[in-house]
């Protein structure tokens, strides 16, 4: 088993202080929720130090897909501090077992603290047109569901603007009519959740994303795009996902401005990933050349996350 420590500004928001990360690297069937509960022990007792033993309370199991299951449990110590436990478990095998852990609880990391490296498969597969028509595991429902995991922020679109920043020869800050003066785009596309709903025959309309890349000047030492949002909410693909024919910087949607909730004035939207890359509210786009997690990617979800190939959660 590997672990390694990582957090994530929005995360901090969720009173999350750092994630624990474990990696279950050999091959496990599992047997039953007591098995479970042994796996998480184990883990608990490699990667953290607790000066006081705690209490592993089940809290729930969420399918995530058809193969995966999200099992949630909560370390609970004297007084109110919890550690938040996930398990990921694919089909029967148990792969990755993440703590959350809160400020304020004192807790050492005990295993070595190695970075996440994603081992993704370069160049990117083609992305199929016929598979990605109906991706495997995802259900069909008539609008996408709304999510603001860090809330729904105060936007004054007057003083918003999108800065386009990092490895780029001239960093850009474009206010909402520049990016309507850049050229509008229209994108009709399917939308995929990594929870299992897609939507079919979204129009989004807004800027390449390549094309803000080409005037920045993108240096060849980008190898990540980092979004950042106004609500704190931060997401990680590859550069060439982000510059892939159809992602754009969306300022609309089905033919209108984008509601609030879907993230006006301003979001990715990278369909042939699943939906939590397509950052709303989105505010920086930071090429970078090293990889760091953001929100999801730190609860251990994919660093690239393709919807045609399942990539749901970190498998490597
Ligand atoms: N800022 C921000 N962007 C976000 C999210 C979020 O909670 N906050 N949720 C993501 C997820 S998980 C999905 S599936 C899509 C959903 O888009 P919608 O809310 O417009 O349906 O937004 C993504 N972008
Ligand atoms: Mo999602």
């Known amino acids: 088993m590997k672990c390694y420590t990582t957090s994530s500004q929005g995360i901090a928001k969720k009173g999350v202080e750092y994630v624990v990360d474990c990696h279950i690297g050999e091959h496990l069937e599992l047997r039953d929720i007591a098995h479970l509960r042994e796996l998480v022990e184990s883990a608990l007792r490699r990667a953290l130090a607790i000066e006081e033993p705690g209490t592993l309370l089940f809290e729930s199991n969420e399918p995530i897909g058809a193969s995966y299951m999200l099992y949630k449990f909560n370390l609970k110590f004297k007084e109110s501090l919890y550690v938040g436990v996930r398990v990921v478990v694919r089909g029967r095998r148990p792969t990755r077992i993440l703590f959350t852990v809160p400020r304020g609880v004192r807790i050492r990391v005990k295993t070595p603290i190695s970075k996440y490296e ?82 079919g025959g979204l129009e989004f309309a807004g800027v390449e994303v390549k094309k803000l890349f080409e005037i920045a000047g993108l240096k060849p030492s980008a190898k990540w795009l980092f979004a950042e949002s106004l609500d704190g909410y931060t997401t990680i693909m590859p550069i060439e996902d982000a510059l892939s024919e159809n992602s754009i910087v969306a300022v609309e949607m089905n033919g209108k401005p984008l509601d609030i909730l879907h993230g006006y004035p301003a979001r990715l939207v990278v369909p042939h990933l699943y939906g939590w890359k397509s950052a709303k509210w989105v505010k920086r786009l930071v090429a970078t050349s090293e990889y760091r997690d953001g929100y999801w990617e730190a609860l251990g979800y994919h660093a690239r996350g393709r919807v045609d190939l399942e990539e749901r959660f970190k498998q490597d």
Request: charge should be negative; include cysteine.
């Open 118 to 199: 994603p081992a993704i498969q370069q160049p990117t597969p083609q992305i199929s047109a016929t598979k990605a028509a109906h991706p495997p595991g995802q259900v069909y429902i008539s609008y996408p569901v709304i999510y603001s995991i860090l809330g729904v922020p105060e936007v004054d679109a007057s003083k918003w603007y999108l800065s386009v920043e990092g490895e780029v020869n001239e960093p850009l800050k474009l206010t909402l009519r520049d990016l309507y003066e850049l050229g509008i785009k229209v994108v009709k596309t399917d939308f995929h959740c990594v929870t299992g709903w897609s939507v």
